[in-house]
């Protein structure tokens, strides 16, 4: 199969995998969360460990699966706020645990066992929060969010690979191209025109704000992953989407839009 079917096929699937899970149920949607989550952690913890000491694979795990847990639990109103307080032993436990490891490095070994839940698990608690309103599931919201998303990275792509000249961050990638950045500001900001069309959750501006949020932070997640790979000399973060790398190669803009929208509807919407 060649690369430009395989890319297709894997698309189809994971487009169709996101939608299914959010039209289907929010406990669908949440267990999608929480195994993008595991996934994300296993390959951060793998790609840091090319270069960085080992980490508490399960510390992380157990913190970041922890608060989503709380969070659905609690836009379910199944329990309280209050309950939150039990994080604060998980964040403690990486400290706890190279007190009595010993070894050298060991705020090393905290900061990056930290990194994983606050870098993944935590900013993709916010894609099912942002979509609970008045005590109900908002699916459109959810799919009006990721088809922002996409909006953004292929208008980037089309636009960038046609007429793309003037590089965004050549040292970080240097396939990206300003051009392909407006390319997907405009892609977006249509696609924002006709979410507002089609639904009545926001007025106009708040979808165009963000709709452009989506852009810039979507693009820095992008540019921030990159980073992080050129940091460990590889390409792809995974191996496990055919053709489109790993789980953090598709959810790098996700991560960092994510929070930014929903402040933006918490504030505005």
């Not at 609690?74 to 309950?83: L, R």
């Not at 922002?148 to 980037?156: H, I, K, P």
């Not at 165009?208 to 997640?221: E, W």
């Not at 953090?248 to 509807?265: G, H, Q, T």
Request: glycine residues 8%; aromatic residues 14%; charged residues 15%.
């Amino acid at each position: 199969m060649n690369n430009f079917l395989q890319r297709s096929l894997t698309g189809v699937i994971f487009v169709g995998s996101v939608v299914g899970t959010i039209l289907f149920h929010p406990l669908a949607f949440f267990i999608l969360c929480l195994l993008v989550s595991v996934l994300g952690m296993i390959e951060m913890k793998r790609l840091l460990e090319r270069r960085y000491d080992r980490i508490n694979l399960f510390a992380s795990l157990l913190l970041g699966l922890s608060f989503q847990v709380l969070v659905f639990l609690d836009t379910q109103e199944i329990i309280s706020n209050s309950w939150y307080i039990i994080l604060m032993p998980m964040i403690w436990l990486p400290f706890v645990h190279e007190l009595f490891k010993g070894g050298e490095h060991p705020f090393q070994r905290i900061a990056l066992t930290l990194l994983l839940p606050v870098y993944i698990a935590i900013p993709l608690s916010f894609l099912y929060l942002s979509a609970w309103t008045d005590g109900t599931f908002n699916n459109y919201f959810l799919i009006a969010f990721f088809a922002m998303v996409w909006c953004n990275d292929t208008g980037a792509y089309l636009v960038g690979v046609s007429i793309g000249r003037h590089k965004l961050y050549e040292r970080i990638s240097p396939k990206k191209t300003w051009e392909g950045f407006i390319g997907g500001v405009i892609f977006t900001a249509l696609a924002a025109f006709v979410i507002f069309r089609l639904t009545d959750i926001a007025s106009l501006w708040v979808w165009i704000a963000a709709g452009l949020i989506v852009s810039v932070f979507g693009t820095l997640g992008d540019l921030i992953e990159s980073m992080l790979k050129r940091n460990v000399d590889i390409k792809d973060s995974g191996a496990i989407l055919p053709g489109h790398g790993g789980i953090l190669d598709r959810f790098d803009a996700v991560l960092f839009a994510a929070p930014m929208v929903f402040a933006l509807f918490i504030l505005f919407g």
